[in-house]
C-alpha cells in the first residue's frame, strides 16, 4: 500500500472527492458510448491517426472549448470563496492550487490551443496551400499538447495540484515550500506541451514562407497569417528559454541540484527572469494572433480593405521585437536599480506606440465604411475601447515607481484580465463565429450569439473593474480571505455577479453550438459573410486537398479581386494531387509522452525510461520508414467537385 | 514525386526544401536553448558555494582531445557531404562512418571527464556552479549522443537504399546539425574551459 500512498491527494474535500467520482464516471460513459455505437474505428481512421490541419485545427478547437470550461470552473471558485468577506468554501491550500491551475489553465491549455486552432484551421486556406510543411509533425504537435493538457488536469485528483502560482516563483515552488507533487505536474505538464508547440512555430513558419500560392508576396499575404508567422516567429525565439527553465525546476524538485535554491550559489531570482523572458513575449504570441482575427474581421464586416497594411505589418514585427525586451517590469518591486528599472519602463510603454497604431487602422478601416453587426463583429467594436482601457492601465503600471503601489494587488489582475478577454478571448470566440460555418457547412444562431456578447461583455465589465478600485485600495491578489472591516466586500460581490454572467454567457455559446447544429440551414454557399481572402474562395465545407486548382493571387485580398474585379483565380487544368498518410505514430507517441510525464512526476525511474526508450524508438521508426505520401487522381477529384453544388469552378 | 535536376540531389524535391528550412529554424531555436544555457553558466560561474570554483576542477588535457576530435569530425562530416554531391556513396559512408567515431571519442573522454568531476566533489548537486555547468555540457553531450544514433540509421539507409533525393536530404540535415554541435562546442571551450582556466 505504501507504493500508492504518493497518489492521494495532501488536502482532499468533498468536492475533490466528488470531482473523482464525476471523472470516473464521465471517462466510463464515454468509453462505453463509443463502444455501444461501435465508434472506435472510425475515430481512429478519420482523427487520431489524421495528419489534415483542418481536422487537427478542429481538434485544438474543442480541447480549447473544454479547456475553457476547466479554467472557468476554477475562476467561479475564486469568485465564490471571495465574494464576501471571511469565506469558508475553500481552505488557503485548496485556493492556492485553484488559482495556480486556473492561470496555467487558461494560457497553456486554452487560449495555446486556441491560436493554435486557428492558424491551423486559416493559415493554409488563406495562403492557398494543401496543408502544413510537415502534416505529421503537425500532428504530434497536437498529441504533445494534449497529453500534456491530459497530465496537468488529472493533478487535482492524483497527488495534488500546483500551489505556487501560475508564475511558479521559486523558493516557493521548491520542495521546502511546495510539498507535495503539484509542482512536478507544472513543470513536465508545461514542458510536454511546449515541445509541442515549438514544433507548431517551426513548422508554420515553414509554411508560410516556402508554401504561398503563386503571386503572393510577403506583403499580399492576408493580415491573420501575417500575425501567425510573426508569433510564431516569436514561439521559436521564446520558447527555448522556457524549456531550459522548466528543466531547471524539474532537477532542482526531483535530483536536488542547486539552481533556484538560496544556498550553495543557487539563485532563485534567475527563475523569474527566464520565466519572463519567456512569459512576456508569450502573451503577445497570444494577442497578435488575436489582433489578425480582428483585421479580417473589421475588414470584412465594414465592407472595405484594410487601413494601413504596412504600418500593421510594421507594428507587429515592432512589437515582436519589444516584446523580448520588457520582462524584467513583471518584478520591478524585486531589488533592481533604479536605472535597471528605468529602462524597462521605458521599453514597457514603448509598446504601447505600435499597438496604438493598429487601434487606428482599425478604427480608419470602419470610417466611412458600409459596418453589419453581425456577432464576430460585435465581438471586434467591444474589443477596442475595453481593450485600450487595458492597455492603459497597462501604461500606469509600467512605471516602475508608481508599480510599488500596484504590484500583485487586484489592480494588476484587473489589468491583465482587461487585456486578455477583451483581446484574446472576444477574439476567440469572434473567430470561432466567423470561421464556423467555412469548417462545420453551417452558421451559428446571430440572435443567440447577440445574447453571448452582450451577457460576456457586461459580465466582464462588473467582474474585473470593482478590482481596480479594490487594488489600488490594497486588496492583494492570491489572497483567499478578507476580514470585513477591510470593505472591500462589496466589490468583490459585484465582482462574483459578473463572474456568474460570464459563466452564463459561455453556457449560452454552448447553447448556441447544439442549438445551431439541429437548426441552422445548411445551402449557405462558400461565402457567406460577403468576405475577402483566399480561405472563403473554396469549397464549404473545405475538401481534403483545400483547392482543386492552386489559386493565383495578385493582392493581398484576391479572393475580393476575383468577386469584384474579375481576377482570375482559378486557371489551368486539373492535376493528380500529392497529399500525406495518415499515421497513428503521433498519437502513440503523445500516449507515451504521457507515460513518461507521469513517472517523472512521481519519480518512478524504471516507467520513466521505459517510456523515454519507447520515443526514441518512435523516432527511430519514423527515420527508417518510407512515406511517399499518395495521391488524388483527376478523376477522383472531378468527381468530389461535382459533389458540390456548381461543380468544379 | 518531381525532380528538379539543377539543384543539388538534397534540395532535389519540394518536401526536400522544405525539410531543410524548417531545420534551419529548429536550429534558431536550438541557438536560443545553447544561449539559455550559456546564460545562466556565467550567472552561476562564481556561485560556488561551498563547493570548488571552475580553475580547481577543469582539466586542460580531456578538453583538448574533445575540441581535436570533434572538429576534426566537423571537417570530416563536410567531406562526406562533398563525397555526396559527387555521387561517391563509399566515399561519403566512410566519412560519415569517421565522423561517428570522432563523435564517440568525444563522447568517451567527455564520459572520463565528468566522472574526474565526481571524483573532486563537483557532482550535480554541489553548487550553482556545478549545476549550471554540468546542464550545458550534458545538454551538448546529449545532442552527441543522439546524433550517434541518428548518423548511424542514416549509414544504414544509405547502405540500403543507395544515394536517394530522401536520403541525401537526411544526410546534408544531419550535417548542418552536426556543424551546430560543433559551433556550440566552440563556444563552450572559449567561454567556459578558457575563461574558467584563466
Redesign the interface.
Known amino acids: 500500500m505504501e507504493f500508492f500512498e504518493r497518489f492521494a491527494v495532501p488536502h482532499p474535500s468533498p468536492m475533490i472527492y466528488a470531482s473523482m467520482v464525476a471523472i470516473g464516471l464521465v471517462v466510463i460513459g464515454i468509453v462505453f458510448g463509443i463502444t455501444y455505437f461501435k465508434k472506435w474505428g472510425y475515430l481512429w481512421r478519420e482523427w487520431f491517426t489524421t495528419v489534415d490541419h483542418k481536422k487537427i485545427g478542429i481538434m485544438y478547437l474543442i480541447s480549447a472549448l473544454l479547456m475553457l470550461f476547466r479554467g472557468g470552473a476554477d475562476a467561479i471558485l475564486m469568485r465564490l470563496q471571495l465574494s464576501s468577506p471571511d469565506m469558508e468554501i475553500l481552505d488557503a491550500q485548496h485556493y492556492n492550487e485553484i488559482f495556480t491551475t486556473h492561470g496555467v489553465v487558461m494560457i497553456i491549455f486554452m487560449a495555446m490551443p486556441f491560436i493554435f486552432a486557428f492558424m491551423n484551421l486559416v493559415v493554409p486556406l488563406q495562403i492557398g496551400a494543401r496543408d502544413v510543411a510537415f502534416p505529421r509533425l503537425n500532428a504530434l504537435s497536437f498529441w504533445l499538447f494534449f497529453a500534456g493538457a491530459m497530465l496537468f488536469n488529472i493533478s487535482f485528483v492524483v497527488g495534488g495540484s500546483p500551489d505556487a502560482g501560475w508564475t511558479s516563483y521559486f523558493p516557493l515552488a521548491g520542495n521546502d515550500f511546495s510539498t507535495s507533487v503539484g509542482t512536478n505536474y507544472y513543470m513536465i505538464a508545461i514542458q510536454i506541451s511546449g515541445i509541442g508547440s515549438l514544433m507548431t512555430g517551426i513548422n508554420m513558419i515553414t509554411t508560410i514562407l516556402k508554401m504561398r500560392a503563386p503571386g503572393m508576396t510577403l506583403m499580399k499575404m492576408p493580415m491573420f497569417t501575417w500575425s501567425a508567422f510573426i508569433a510564431n516567429v516569436i514561439i521559436v525565439f521564446a520558447f527555448p528559454v522556457l524549456t531550459i527553465a522548466l528543466l531547471m525546476g524539474t532537477t532542482d524538485r526531483l535530483f536536488a541540484t542547486n539552481f533556484f535554491t538560496t544556498t550553495n550559489g543557487g539563485m532563485d531570482m534567475l527563475w523569474a527572469n527566464f520565466f519572463w523572458v519567456w512569459g512576456h513575449p508569450e502573451v503577445y504570441i497570444l494577442i497578435l494572433p488575436a489582433f489578425g482575427l480582428y483585421s479580417e474581421i473589421i475588414s470584412t464586416f465594414s465592407s472595405r480593405n484594410l487601413y494601413g497594411y504596412k504600418s500593421m505589418v510594421g507594428s507587429m514585427v515592432l512589437i515582436s521585437l519589444l516584446s523580448f525586451l520588457v520582462w524584467t517590469h513583471h518584478f520591478f518591486t524585486m531589488g533592481q536599480g533604479a536605472l535597471t528599472n528605468s529602462i524597462f519602463s521605458v521599453t514597457t510603454m514603448a509598446i504601447a506606440v505600435p499597438t496604438g497604431v493598429k487601434i487606428f487602422n482599425w478604427l480608419f478601416t470602419m470610417y466611412k465604411g458600409k459596418i453589419r453587426f453581425t456577432v464576430p463583429m460585435l465581438y471586434s467594436i467591444g474589443f477596442i475601447p475595453l481593450f485600450t482601457v487595458g492597455g492603459v492601465t497597462g501604461v500606469m503600471l509600467a512605471m516602475s515607481a508608481a508599480d510599488y503601489q500596484f504590484h500583485n494587488t487586484m489592480f494588476l489582475v484587473a489589468h491583465f484580465h482587461n487585456t486578455i478577454i477583451p483581446g484574446v478571448v472576444f477574439a476567440m470566440l469572434a473567430g470561432l463565429t466567423y470561421y464556423w460555418p467555412k469548417f462545420f457547412g453551417f452558421m451559428l444562431n446571430e440572435k443567440i450569439g447577440k445574447w453571448s456578447f452582450w451577457l460576456l461583455s457586461v459580465g466582464f465589465v462588473l467582474a474585473f473593474f470593482p478590482m481596480y478600485i479594490t487594488g489600488l485600495d490594497g486588496q492583494a491578489r492570491r489572497m483567499y480571505t478578507y476580514s470585513e472591516a477591510t470593505g472591500f466586500g462589496p466589490l468583490n460581490l459585484m465582482s462574483f455577479f459578473g463572474a456568474a454572467l460570464m459563466a452564463i454567457a459561455f453556457v449560452t455559446i454552448v447553447y448556441n453550438i447544439l442549438y445551431s447544429i439541429k437548426n441552422s440551414p445548411r445551402n449557405i454557399g462558400n461565402d457567406p459573410w460577403d468576405a475577402r481572402s483566399l480561405e472563403w474562395a473554396t469549397h464549404t465545407p473545405v475538401p481534403e486537398y483545400n483547392f482543386a486548382r492552386l489559386p493565383q493571387v495578385a493582392s493581398s485580398e484576391a479572393y475580393w479581386d476575383a468577386k469584384k474585379n474579375g481576377h482570375k483565380l482559378f486557371t489551368g487544368e486539373l492535376k493528380d494531387i500529392h497529399m500525406p498518410n495518415n499515421s497513428g505514430v503521433p498519437f502513440i507517441m503523445g500516449i507515451i509522452f504521457f507515460v513518461a510525464g507521469f513517472s517523472f512526476i512521481f519519480a518512478l525511474w524504471v516507467p520513466a525510461v521505459i517510456a523515454l526508450i519507447g520515443i526514441f524508438a518512435c523516432m527511430a521508426l519514423r527515420s527508417f520508414e518510407l512515406d511517399h505520401g499518395r495521391h488524388i487522381h483527376v478523376k477522383e477529384i472531378k468527381e468530389i467537385e461535382s459533389q458540390y453544388e456548381g461543380g468544379a469552378k | ?1 518531381k525532380l528538379d535536376h539543377t539543384q543539388p540531389l538534397e534540395y532535389s524535391t519540394d518536401q526536400n ?3 531543410i ?2 531545420f534551419w ?2 536550429l ?3 541557438i ?2 545553447f544561449a ?2 550559456f546564460t ?1 553558466y556565467f ?2 560561474e562564481g ?5 570548488p570554483t571552475p580553475a580547481e576542477i577543469f582539466e586542460i588535457t580531456p578538453v583538448l582531445i574533445e575540441t581535436f576530435v570533434l572538429l576534426t569530425s566537423s571537417f570530416t562530416i563536410g567531406l562526406g557531404v562533398h563525397a555526396m554531391r559527387l555521387g561517391r556513396k563509399n566515399a561519403m559512408l566512410t566519412f560519415f562512418g569517421i565522423t561517428l567515431l570522432l563523435g564517440l571519442v568525444f563522447l568517451g573522454v567527455e564520459i572520463y571527464e565528468f566522472m574526474h568531476y565526481y571524483h573532486v566533489g563537483a557532482t ?6 556545478t ?2 555547468l554540468l ?1 550545458l555540457l550534458g545538454t551538448h553531450g546529449a545532442h552527441v549522443t543522439l546524433g550517434l ?2 548518423g548511424l ?2 549509414i ?2 544509405v547502405k540500403k537504399r543507395g544515394l536517394t533525393p ?1 536520403n541525401a536530404n ?1 544526410s546534408f540535415i544531419f550535417s548542418l546539425y552536426w556543424h551546430f554541435l560543433d559551433v556550440v562546442w566552440i563556444f563552450i571551450f572559449s567561454f567556459v574551459y578558457l575563461k574558467g582556466m584563466m
Open positions: 514525386m526544401q522544405l525539410n528550412l524548417g529554424i529548429f534558431g531555436a536550438e536560443m536553448l539559455t544555457l545562466s550567472i552561476f556561485r560556488t558555494g561551498s563547493g550535480y548537486q554541489t553548487s550553482g556552479f549545476a549550471g546542464t544514433f541518428w540509421f542514416i544504414l539507409q530522401e537526411k
